[in-house]
């Protein structure tokens, strides 16, 4: 099997205590069964406080208000102090490590949820660089259509390189890969995805980018259908299930940004202006959320909802630091880690939420291309 995770992957480590905002709160943590089996054995004061703390039927933690019961009061967890790290169940010992299998391909990644992860992912001023390793030893694999696969694996890598394109401005890049996304979303639908390495191979003319940036300039400046838009998608966003406790606040202050009509292209400007020389960070934001989740259409074979996510959820988490900035006049590294992993945690880490979100970005109106263009063409 192959594999295959981010070049800063290696580099994460839970900085526990100082953590900005502990995963040991906030949700519900499942507990594997093996791990199940070894709590309801475990002797001693330790072994009856475990067996006191876990709801054996739904095979998770009984938490103590929002607060997992073996947090203690220096932010740290008692299981870890008292059991050691082997003795943790699979959830806490792997977070934020996270893995998707396709056929015999694994890709693991860092959840944006985690503040330090969401750190590495938006502060990697570097291009984007993907580790590959092969293993021999057998493991779990999925029934996947091969070529199918090889063609989605092929078309993000053209969006990697669109999107580290140093040429182009950021709202061009996000542009290209959605009408990228279209364009071959169309072939796919028509029976033919084969015929998505056309595309690719026109992506490579520089006349297609001149034509392109013509198209595009056409949703340019649009600010006030720009702010309706965002506003329909934070309203649709009111109505997912709530995983983190700070969201509905920050979705709310975002819509209250979003009411003032009056100033609103101004201040999205003066954000904009204000956090340029970091701009990259939403270019590491939409390649963190197309690796994630792009070889996902392998399954259900949309690859154009998958690009639409990633540049939406880019969008938003940079709406939110836009209303923030607006409020306080400044914005620092933290605040982009705060808006990014808490936005994660609020859609990731929810089933419901992502398939939500899926039905809406194929099927409503609200996400055509044209409406997606001029909230990333308004700069």
Request: hydrophobic share 35%; with cysteine.
């Amino acid at each position: 099997m192959e594999i295959h995770y981010p070049d800063y992957y290696k580099k994460f480590q839970c900085t526990g205590a100082e953590c900005m905002n502990t995963c040991c709160t906030g949700w519900k943590i499942g507990i594997d069964k093996a791990t199940c089996r070894t709590y309801r054995h475990t002797g001693g004061a330790f072994g009856k406080r475990l067996r006191a703390s876990v709801d054996y039927r739904k095979k998770c933690f009984i938490t103590n208000g929002n607060f997992c019961p073996f947090l203690n009061e220096d932010q740290l967890c008692d299981i870890y102090i008292h059991l050691g790290k082997e003795k943790m169940c699979r959830t806490c010992r792997d977070y934020p490590r996270h893995m998707e299998i396709y056929g015999e391909l694994y890709e693991v990644s860092l959840s944006l949820s985690c503040p330090e992860a969401a750190r590495l992912v938006l502060q990697n001023e570097k291009s984007a660089s993907f580790i590959s390793r092969v293993n021999v030893r057998p493991g779990k694999t999925e029934e996947v259509d091969e070529d199918f696969l090889r063609l989605l694996c092929l078309v993000r890598e053209n969006m990697f390189a669109v999107m580290e394109d140093c040429s182009m401005e950021l709202n061009l890049k996000l542009a290209m890969i959605l009408g990228l996304a279209h364009d071959i979303q169309t072939r796919i639908d028509q029976g033919k995805p084969k015929l998505a390495k056309e595309v690719l191979e026109r992506l490579r003319r520089e006349k297609t980018f001149l034509h392109f940036k013509r198209k595009a300039a056409q949703y340019a400046n649009r600010w006030e259908e720009r702010r309706q838009i965002m506003s329909a998608y934070l309203d649709m966003m009111s109505g997912l299930e709530t995983i983190e406790r700070l969201w509905p606040g920050k979705r709310r202050k975002c819509r209250h940004f979003l009411s003032d009509q009056a100033n609103y292209e101004t201040a999205c400007l003066e954000f904009f202006n204000y956090y340029r020389d970091n701009e990259y960070e939403y270019k590491n934001l939409v390649i963190y959320f197309l690796y994630v989740y792009f070889l996902g259409a392998v399954y259900d074979r949309d690859v154009y909802s998958k690009v639409k996510f990633a540049v939406i959820s880019a969008l938003v988490i940079q709406e939110m630091g836009a209303a923030d900035f607006a409020e306080k006049k400044s914005f620092s590294t933290d605040d982009q880690i705060e808006e990014a992993y808490i936005f994660s945690r609020e859609m990731e880490h929810s089933d419901y939420n992502l398939e939500k979100m899926e039905v809406l970005l194929s099927g409503n109106g609200m996400f055509s291309l044209e409406k997606i263009l001029i909230c990333v063409m308004a700069r």
